[in-house]
């Protein structure tokens, strides 16, 4: 099944929903990355967050940027997405592993204490920046509160990662429920209430529920409508011709011990693990362009 995105309103335009399929894409993220069952989870997470969150950029070049920067095993996590279905990610420690807790892989220890920060550029001269503490370390509840406290918008986010015995992507989704400014309190109230009740978002993809039927499951009996699908996936915006400004960007005193080396070199992108090689011929090409 592909990876898609669905957003939707209910409530005569109380509230906004959106749902996500990303099994692939966390698929994708895994093995580019070589990830253990904690950094698959983790980022996994991280990234149906994250794709949801783009498509509620208004523009096509706009970029979001989720990181979160916690003190456990795993290290920093990164994640940018936009208003396409485009999105990437990276953690620091992509092979981290740690012992069950409870009998459960244990997320929040990987991740530990520290911040989340959600990095809007927008086409402004500064891209705006929201910064919150991690609540639990477990993803979906650190983005409900950087909802509730960097943007005042009560949200509900549930995100979800199964794996199998052989380490692969069973299934990935999650959702995200959000209060218009216009919702009474009378339905505010009634959604609460739902949403304590409704099933873990690991059950609903357990039991193979499509992003539709997770809105229908949450929202069925209050005027759900479905507005649109997105297509989804891992998608890095690195090349070859990209890359070589970065490395002209390091100056021509680098450049130079380089080319004395006499060996090619080879560039990795942190976001896909793509491997570019540079000959020296093409090395003494970027000297030639660097300005400094």
């Known amino acids: ?30 093995s580019r990355h070589s990830m253990s069952p904690i950094g698959t989870i983790a980022l ?18 706009d970029v979001l940027t989720i990181q979160i920067k916690g003190n456990g095993p795993i290290g920093a996590m990164t994640v940018t997405a936009n208003a396409k279905g485009e999105v990437k990610g990276m953690v620091a420690n992509p092979e981290v592993m740690l012992p069950l807790k409870d009998g459960k892989i244990d997320i929040a220890g990987a991740v530990g204490i520290g911040v989340l920060s959600v ?24 983005l409900t509160y950087y909802f509730a406290t960097s943007e005042q918008v009560p949200s509900s986010v549930g995100l979800g990662v199964l794996m199998n015995n052989d380490n692969t992507v069973r ?33 609903m993809l357990e039991e193979g529920m499509s992003p539709e039927q997770i809105l229908e499951h949450i929202l069925g009996d209050m ?19 990209r890359v070589s400004k970065a490395v002209i960007s390091i100056g021509r005193e680098e450049l130079s011990k380089m080319i004395a080396d006499n060996k090619p070199i080879e560039v990795n992108c942190h976001f896909c693990n793509t491997h570019y090689n540079f000959t020296i011929d093409e ?5 030639n362009k660097a300005t400094h």
């Open 1 to 30: 099944m592909k990876d898609y995105i669905v957003r939707a309103t209910a409530a005569g335009g109380q509230v906004r929903a959106f749902a996500i399929t990303c099994k692939n894409t966390v698929e994708e993220a895994r």
């Open 44 to 61: 996994g997470r991280l990234l149906a967050g994250g794709a949801m969150m783009g498509t509620m950029m208004k523009n096509d070049d």
């Open 119 to 142: 990095i809007k550029d927008i086409g402004l001269r500064e891209p705006y920046i929201g910064d919150t503490i991690l609540i639990t370390s477990e993803i979906a509840e650190d």
């Open 171 to 203: 299934e990935a989704g999650g959702f995200i429920i959000q209060l218009m400014p216009n919702a009474s309190e009378e339905f505010i109230d009634k959604l609460e209430e739902r949403i304590k009740s409704v099933k873990s978002i690991t059950y």
């Open 223 to 241: 005027d759900l409508e479905i507005l649109d699908t997105i297509d989804t996936g891992f998608k890095c915006n690195c090349s070859k011709e």
């Open 283 to 287: 090395l003494q090409d970027m000297y």
